[in-house]
T-cell receptor, first 113, second 116 residues
Framework: AQSVTQLDSQVPVFEEAPVELRCNYS??????LFWYVQYPNQGLQLLLK??????LVKGINGFEAEFNKSQTSFHLRKPSVHISDTAEYFC???????????FGAGTTVTVRA | EAQVTQNPRYLITVTGKKLTVTCSQN?????MSWYRQDPGLGLRQIYY???????DKGDVPEGYKVSRKEKRNFPLILESPSPNQTSLYFC???????????????FGAGSRLTVL
């Protein structure tokens, strides 16, 4: 079975500063990796995904993530955040040979002026 | 507009009073799933369905039932709700994940349930 660990539960950050959200996973097989964002009082929406190929993945709203197979990580980054990036972010993993999508516990990002 | 619609969005009920949370999608998706979201635990899968009349348990199915009589609908049934089922519930759907590795889920807006 796979598992996902988001290493930070809360990340406060000032507007226009960079942010990194850390995600580690464990799986005995190859995986697909995802980052979802949940804005206040809304459902989740996909930020970006890694299926194969280039390990640097670009998503919506200026976010990017890098897949590191040796470290089993998929960290999310944004070079300059806006107030509107205040949200909860979820890392998710699905083994390539299974249907099940597993989510991390989430990281709450609060952007302050 | 492509969407997943859940109802009700908010519900307060009492222990033991049966309730149903409806979920409907207009994207002709084969795969549908229910999750509950609790602080510090992320999203945990309750039940999922690969297609009409095909359902299976997720990680936390106890106390819940589902049905998939039509492709577009996937209701979540709490036969006898208890306070530990107080949570935020999300329905999600996608194309058949066996055909597409992307498994990009489209989520509903959520249903906040409180059981007293």
């Amino acid at each position: 079975a796979q598992s996902v660990t988001q290493l930070d539960s809360q990340v406060p950050v000032f507007e226009e500063a960079p942010v990194e959200l850390r995600c580690n996973y464990s799986s005995s097989v190859s995986v697909y990796l995802f980052w979802y964002v949940q804005y206040p009082n809304q459902g989740l929406q996909l930020l970006l995904k890694y299926l194969s190929g280039s390990t640097l993945v670009k998503g919506i709203n200026g976010f990017e993530a890098e897949f590191n197979k040796s470290q089993t990580s998929f960290h999310l980054r944004k070079p300059s955040v806006h107030i509107s990036d205040t949200a909860e972010y979820f890392c998710a993993v699905r083994p390539s040979n299974d249907y099940k999508l597993s989510f991390g516990a989430g990281t709450t990002v609060t952007v302050r002026a | 507009e492509a969407q997943v619609t859940q109802n009700p969005r908010y519900l307060i009920t009492v222990t033991g009073k049966k309730l149903t949370v409806t979920c409907s999608q207009n994207m002709n998706h084969e795969y549908m799933s229910w999750y509950r979201q609790d602080p510090g635990l992320g999203l945990r899968q309750i039940y999922y369905s690969m297609n009409v009349e095909v359902t299976d348990k997720g990680d936390v199915p106890e106390g819940y039932k589902v049905s998939r009589k039509e492709k577009r609908n996937f209701p979540l049934i709490l036969e006898s709700p208890s306070p530990n089922q107080t949570s935020l519930y999300f329905c999600a759907s996608s194309l058949d994940i066996r055909r597409s590795g992307a498994n990009v889920l489209t989520f509903g807006a959520g249903s906040r349930l409180t059981v007293l």
